[in-house]
T-cell receptor, first 109, second 115 residues
């Protein structure tokens, strides 16, 4: 049974710092992995989608990596800004779609 | 131009009532989903339709019935509402079915409160 874990559950970082969010999964037979952002009281916004054959994807200050063999993905955020404060969720697709519980990120001005 | 829209945004109702939540996407996608996010913010898929056909049906009480009149709409009807149904319900869509490498686009959510 696939399990998706995100550590830490919450993170506070001073503005301007680079940071890494972690996502781990137990079964490496996945189709893809997607990172989302959720603002309080809002829906999800897709950030990056990594196919199972890819190692990383980049969008602006965001870079997501995927290591299927170790069951890990990281989301790297460069030069963090207060507007990056949100909950970040990862989700894997195998024969189901399984979400992690998210990391609540707070960027301190 | 909202890509995935849901109505209503908030829904407060009494136990035992029947209610519906509507979802529409204008992205031309073939696949639509319903998710439930509980009070602990844990997101779980409920249903998925591809071209109006049900392709995912997770362990959900049969009081929940999705209806897809066309591929741009996926409505969720809930009978005999219970307190435990209180949650935020998200609709989403993607071009390809869940088995493919297709990005999902989410609606803003409907916050259902059952009293």
């Amino acid at each position: 049974k696939q399990e998706v874990t995100q550590i830490p559950a919450a993170l506070s970082v001073p503005e301007g710092e680079n940071l890494v969010l972690n996502c781990s999964f137990t079964d490496s037979a996945i189709y893809n992995l997607q990172w989302f952002r959720q603002d309080p009281g809002k829906g999800l916004t897709s950030l990056l989608l990594i196919q199972s054959s890819q190692r990383e994807q980049t969008s602006g200050r965001l870079n997501a990596s995927l290591d299927k063999s170790s069951g890990r993905s990281t989301l790297y955020i460069a030069a963090s800004q207060p507007g990056d404060s949100a909950t970040y969720l990862c989700a894997v697709r195998d024969d189901k779609i399984i979400f992690g519980k998210g990391t609540r990120l707070h960027i301190l001005p | 131009d909202t890509a995935v829209s849901q109505t209503p945004k908030y829904l407060v109702t009494q136990m035992g009532n029947d209610k519906s939540i509507k979802c529409e996407q204008n992205l031309g996608h073939d696949t639509m989903y319903w998710y439930k996010q509980d009070s602990k913010k844990f997101l779980k898929i409920m249903f998925s339709y591809n071209n109006k056909e049900l392709i995912i049906n997770e362990t959900v009480p049969n009081r929940f019935s999705p209806k897809s009149p066309d591929k741009a709409h996926l409505n969720l009807h809930i009978n005999s509402l219970e307190l435990g149904d209180s949650a935020v319900y998200f609709c989403a869509s993607s071009q390809e079915p869940w088995t493919s490498v297709s990005e999902q686009f989410f609606g803003p959510g409907t916050r259902l409160t059952v009293l």
